[in-house]
C-alpha cells in the first residue's frame, strides 16, 4: 500500500510526463500543419517524396504513441484516485514503489510483466 507521500510523487512524476508529452504532441501537430505537403504535393522528386512520407509516416507513429501514453496517463491518475494505484492488475499484489518512480503507468508487477512480455511481444502499450 502506497502512503501519501509516495501517491504525491506519482503524481508529480505523471503531472512532468504530461506536460513533456503535450508540449511534442503539439510541436508534432503544428510541424504537420506548416509542411509543405500539408498544403499539396512540392517536392523535387519521386525519391523525396519517399523520404517526406517516410518522415511523416515516423511523426505520426510517435504522435500515436505519445497520445497512448497520455491516456495510460490519464488511467494511472484515476487508479490513484480511487486507490487501487500499486496493485497488479494480474496477481493483485503490491508493485513496489522504486518500479512506479520509474515507471508511474506501470499496472503489473515485475513478476506478471515478466510473464506479460513473454506472451504479448508485439503489444509495446501494455508493457510498462
Same mark, same amino acid.
Given at each position: ?6 501517491? @504525491?510523487? %506519482? =503524481?508529480?512524476l505523471l503531472d512532468e510526463r504530461?506536460?513533456? %508529452? =503535450? ?10 500543419? #506548416? ?6 504535393? @512540392?517536392?523535387? $522528386?519521386?525519391?523525396? #517524396?519517399?523520404? @517526406?512520407? +517516410? ?11 505519445d497520445l497512448e501514453e497520455l491516456?495510460?496517463? $490519464? ?8 486507490? !487501487?494505484?500499486? #496493485? ?8 513496489? +514503489?522504486?518500479? %512506479? ?11 506478471? @510483466?515478466?510473464?506479460? #512480455?513473454?506472451? !504479448?511481444?508485439?503489444?509495446? =502499450?501494455?508493457?510498462?
Open positions: 500500500m502506497l502512503n501519501d507521500t509516495q501517491l @504525491q510523487t %506519482l =503524481r508529480r504530461e506536460a513533456t %508529452l =503535450r508540449a511534442k504532441v503539439q510541436a508534432l501537430k503544428r510541424a504537420a500543419e #506548416e509542411r509543405p505537403s500539408a498544403q499539396g504535393p @512540392q517536392v523535387e $522528386d519521386i525519391g523525396e #517524396e519517399g523520404e @517526406q512520407r +517516410f518522415r511523416n509516416g515516423i511523426e505520426h507513429a510517435e504522435m500515436q504513441r491516456a495510460d496517463i $490519464d488511467a494511472a491518475r484515476a487508479r490513484i484516485d480511487v486507490g !487501487h494505484c500499486g #496493485e497488479c492488475v494480474d496477481c493483485g499484489r503490491d508493485i513496489v +514503489f522504486e518500479r %512506479l518512480k520509474a515507471q508511474p503507468r506501470a499496472v503489473r508487477c515485475i513478476d506478471c @510483466q515478466t510473464a506479460y #512480455e513473454k506472451t !504479448h511481444r508485439t503489444s509495446p =502499450r501494455y508493457s510498462a
